[in-house]
């Protein structure tokens, strides 16, 4: 029987980081891709630029389609890359606080120019044979997690809803292989 | 116009770029672009991460339902609004059983990757060279699929 103390702990043990990061983290991501759809009208998507910047160093037809978009595709993940770097400078360094910001204590972090940077320990194995596969299957899938998880859910596309059905099933069941198997981190 | 090539807008790229910001800032802040939280998610030990994409997904959906009514072009395209609809067919589950094993096993996607080298994680370089190396693959391959079936049609 579910009873008032008991929603405080089953929300702790659900969400042990609260969800002040992720709710405003989240927004920020809708708000972004929102900013370059009224402008623009484009509904970007984050792993195109990988086969448009390809079509830079090769001539196969299926990079060379994306010609068009590669050079502002470059752009916008220098956005990414750069607005990243500003959370490091301010809320990850500590020199910006806020009660909806909970830091975290994954990973590594080193200091640099009186700033604090983050490393992974996810081990390079994973990280590379897991992104080539991420290569592989977002491209044939037509979509990512910001593709199809967010322009394309929001846009309440039946193939995105489908497709994101799909790659959160596989890689929660995935992940939990993984677990079993003793991989860690 | 003033020079831009295609006869781009101006405020076209660095609208791209504030855009790009807003997005990269939010993965930092909401801990996706860290792998270990993305597999803390997937192994069910902190459910937070619905909150990134479900929100985003919330305000995406809102300016998709209400941008096309209020105004019928983008300023600085001329685009009209659309939303984003993709053809379905078996790619969209062969392609997304494929990036999903290759999310769950190494925690990162495109974006949540581009923003992980802003934090300082200079080790997604792993996946990043990954991520390019499959999406060469397979363009190599569906390019050749598209070339052969195009010489199949002429005979």
């Known amino acids: ?185 | 116009m003033s020079g831009e090539p295609g006869g781009r807008h101006p405020a076209f790229m660095p609208l791209i770029f504030v855009g790009g910001l807003i997005f990269g800032f939010g993965l930092g802040f909401s801990h996706m672009a860290r792998p270990e939280v993305v597999l803390e998610f997937l192994q069910f030990t902190d459910f937070g991460l619905l909150f990134v994409m479900f929100g985003a997904a919330i305000v995406t959906g809102l300016a998709f339902a209400i941008v096309p009514r209020l105004r019928d072009r983008a300023p600085l395209t001329g685009d009209t609004y659309g939303r984003r609809l993709k053809s379905f067919d078996k790619n969209v589950l062969i392609g997304g059983s494929i990036f999903g094993v290759g999310w769950g096993l190494s925690g990162i996607c495109p974006g949540a990757a581009y923003a992980s080298l802003g934090i300082g994680n200079l080790t997604i370089l792993w996946a990043l060279a990954g991520m390019f190396v499959g999406a060469y693959l397979q363009g190599v391959w569906r390019s050749q699929q598209a070339s052969a079936a195009s010489v199949a049609n002429a005979d």
């Open chain 1, 1 to 185: 029987m579910i009873t008032e103390s008991t929603i405080p702990l089953l929300t702790a043990e659900l969400f042990p980081n609260g969800i002040s990061r992720y709710a405003v983290g989240g927004l920020l991501v809708g708000l972004g891709a929102v900013v370059i759809y009224v402008g623009t009208g484009i509904a970007a998507g984050a792993s195109t630029f990988l086969e448009s910047t390809l079509s830079y160093v090769s001539d196969q037809s299926r990079f060379q389609r994306y010609r068009s978009s590669r050079d502002w595709r470059i752009v916008f993940t220098l956005g990414i890359i750069m607005g990243a770097m500003v959370y490091a400078l301010t809320f990850q360094s500590g020199v910006v606080s806020s009660s909806l910001y909970q830091p975290g204590s994954t990973g590594d972090v080193f200091e640099l120019g009186g700033f604090t940077f983050w490393l992974t320990d996810v081990q390079p194995w994973r990280l590379f044979l897991g992104g080539i596969l991420v290569g592989i299957g977002t491209r044939i899938g037509k979509g990512c997690t910001s593709g199809h998880g967010v322009c394309g859910v929001g846009s309440a596309s039946k193939t995105s809803i489908v497709g994101v059905m799909t790659f959160l099933a596989v890689a929660i069941g995935t992940a939990q292989i993984v677990m079993a198997l003793g991989v860690s981190p």
